[in-house]
């Protein structure tokens, strides 16, 4: 199995930034796209950012310009760098990968909560 386990959430004024981790473990013979998704209170889960293994990037045009996603291949790892945080960014953000093992998979994190409030 793999588990992802993301880190770096929190509670950030309006205008702050934050970083999110998520590091996948386990069966990984290679992972093809990564991204991060969230769910703000009394809503559906949405995406936010997508990266595939080339580094290629998909933004919601709502982060556009705001958050940057990344990754380090050699560790499994996505990240999510989200500057001038605003109210409307408040949400559980969710990671997921497509892993390939034997077969090919999309695994979730249990996500972490991002808090922006003065």
């Known amino acids: 199995q793999v588990q992802l386990v993301e880190s770096g959430g929190g509670l950030v004024q309006p205008g702050g930034s934050l970083r999110l981790s998520c590091a996948a473990s386990g069966r990984i013979l290679s992972i093809n796209d990564m991204g991060w998704y969230r769910q703000g209170p009394g809503k559906e889960r949405e995406l936010v950012a997508t990266i595939t293994d080339g580094g290629s990037t998909n933004y919601a045009e709502s982060v556009k310009g705001r958050f940057t996603i990344s990754r380090d291949n050699t560790k499994h790892t996505v990240f999510l760098q989200m500057n001038s945080l605003k109210p409307e960014d408040t949400a559980v953000y969710y990671c997921?990968?497509?892993?390939?093992?034997?077969?090919?998979?999309?695994?979730w994190g249990q996500g972490t909560q991002v808090t922006v409030s003065s």
């Open positions: 997921n990968a497509d892993v390939q093992w034997r077969l090919r998979s999309l695994f």
